[in-house]
T-cell receptor, first 114, second 114 residues
Framework: DARVTQTPRHKVTEMGQEVTMRCQPILGHNTVFWYRQTMMQGLELLAY????????DSGMPKDRFSAEMPDATLATLKIQPSEPRDSAVYFC????????????FGPGTRLTVT | GNSVTQMEGPVTLSEEAFLTINCTYT??????LFWYVQYPGEGLQLLLKATKADDKGSNKGFEATYRKETTSFHLEKGSVQVSDSAVYFC?????????????FGDGTTLTVKP
């Protein structure tokens, strides 16, 4: 049963520290998404890759957030420096980018910035 | 642009009651439509989908029909169980250069009481 994996599952850090979250998409999927979920804002799309190329990162605060796909099996989301308002659950999702375009979500990384 | 409007929650039902969660959308062309479910502490999971007008998606007793004329994709279940308690998200994905980039509704929280 192929799944999207994310690490770490939980992260507590102090304001100003760098945070790196990792995602392994389902093998063979060519689209990868990063989302942020909070009670106040709901589910927000941060960045979107197809075939490892960034297609849309308009939802991401550019001054502190960066997203990359070093290879087809790894996507990273980095926050530097982190702030308390970044506290949220961050989800990675992957998809085939064809047919009906459904997405498969990972379990999320719960980030707390104190 | 594309948008999805969901019935506001929370929704509280007794076990074996009938469930309807309304979803309407705005999009050009013929997008794919989805319902995702999120259980506490987990990522979103695809519940069902429909890719063209009049298609009915179904899974685990849930159904939704793609209605082009009313731009709707309402979720229904004839008899809910306590285990159906979760947050339900309606979503669409367009057939254009942004294919695969889904637009999500705000989510509807369902609580089923024994």
């Amino acid at each position: 049963d192929a799944r999207v994996t994310q690490t770490p599952r939980h992260k507590v850090t102090e304001m100003g520290q760098e945070v790196t979250m990792r995602c392994q998409p389902i093998l063979g999927h060519n689209t990868v998404f990063w989302y942020r979920q909070t009670m106040m804002q709901g589910l927000e799309l941060l960045a979107y890759f197809r075939n490892r190329a960034p297609l849309d990162d308009s939802g991401m605060p550019k001054d502190r957030f960066s997203a990359e796909m070093p290879d087809a099996t790894l996507a990273t989301l980095k926050i530097q420096p982190s702030e308390p308002r970044d506290s949220a659950v961050y989800f990675c999702a992957s998809g085939l980018g064809t047919a009906s375009y459904e997405q498969y979500f990972g379990p999320g990384t719960r980030l707390t910035v104190t | 642009g594309n948008s999805v409007t969901q019935m506001e929650g929370p929704v509280t039902l007794s076990e074996e009651a009938f469930l309807t969660i309304n979803c309407t959308y705005t999009a050009t062309g013929y997008p794919s439509l989805f319902w995702y479910v999120q259980y506490p502490g987990e990522g979103l999971q695809l519940l069902l989908k429909a890719t063209k007008a009049d298609d009915k998606g179904s899974n685990k007793g849930f159904e939704a029909t793609y209605r082009k004329e009313t731009t709707s994709f309402h979720l229904e279940k004839g008899s809910v169980q306590v285990s159906d308690s979760a947050v339900y998200f309606c979503a669409l994905s367009p057939y254009n250069t942004n294919a695969g980039k889904s637009t999500f509704g705000d989510g509807t929280t369902l609580t089923v009481k024994p």
